[in-house]
T-cell receptor
Framework: GAVVSQHPSRVICKSGTSVKIECRSL??????MFWYRQFPKQSLMLMAT?????????EQGVEKDKFLINHASLTLSTLTVTSAHPEDSSFYIC??????????FGSGTQLSVL | RKEVEQDPGPFNVPEGATVAFNCTYS??????FFWYRQDCRKEPKLLMS???SGNEDGRFTAQLNRASQYISLLIRDSKLSDSATYLC????????????FGAGTRLAVHP
């Protein structure tokens, strides 16, 4: 079964609203979680790396005030897309890792902003 | 220049065909290399790690050429279920941290 649960799988929202995506590790403690974004026919691009209990490290070009990441526990990280706009429409996917072990991906969230 | 470059395809092949994908990476310090498979709007799934000595897993063979910064994947006896996008992935340091993905090569296997 899935070891990383991501929710919701799909969300459609109006421009200007905020959307929260959850990523949970189900049977292990995820010391590190990664958030990726994928536009159609493009590669998965790393947005940020979050370690439990500390601030996320954002990749160059990713606005930290727009994409809020919280990793308050060892099993949960959230990504909030604030004031979403149509250009934020994308496939968002998380991955979780315990220490230096193999990492596991969530099933992804397709965000459509109208 | 992109960190990981792949031919986007699509590669359209009949069942039973052998198909090869190539990938180049720009960072010579890259430490770990993988091939992932991604179905449309699904999470990527690890297909296999890639080693300099080359490695094989059933119908799949992967090769790494560090001198040329080149990675390949060979699929023999293609099945319909092999239809997917194949992602070349590298890490800037050892282990599974911070994966850098190529844009993927799309494979379509037809009857």
């Amino acid at each position: 079964g899935a070891v990383v649960s991501q929710h919701p799988s799909r969300v459609i929202c109006k421009s200007g609203t905020s959307v929260k995506i959850e990523c949970r590790s189900l049977d292990f403690q995820a010391t590190t979680m990664f958030w990726y974004r994928q536009f159609p026919k493009q590669s998965l691009m790393l947005m940020a790396t979050s370690n439990e209990g500390s601030k996320a490290t954002y990749e160059q070009g990713v606005e930290k005030d727009k994409f809020l990441i919280n990793h308050a526990s060892l099993t949960l990280s959230t990504l909030t897309v604030t004031s979403a706009h149509p250009e934020d429409s994308s496939f968002y996917i998380c991955s979780a890792q315990q220490g230096s072990e193999k990492l596991f991906f969530g099933s992804g969230t397709q965000l459509s902003v109208l | 220049r992109k960190e990981v470059e792949q031919d986007p395809g699509p590669f359209n092949v009949p069942e039973g065909a052998t198909v090869a994908f190539n990938c180049t990476y720009s960072n010579s310090a890259s430490q770990s290399f993988f091939w992932y498979r991604q179905d449309c709007r699904k999470e990527p799934k690890l297909l296999m790690s890639v080693y300099s000595s080359g490695n094989e897993d059933g119908r799949f063979t992967a090769q790494l050429n560090r001198a040329s910064q080149y990675i390949s994947l060979l699929i023999r006896d293609s099945k319909l279920s092999d239809s997917a996008t194949y992602l070349c992935v590298v890490t800037p340091s050892g282990g599974y941290n911070k994966l850098i993905f190529g844009a993927g090569t799309r494979l379509a296997v037809h009857p």
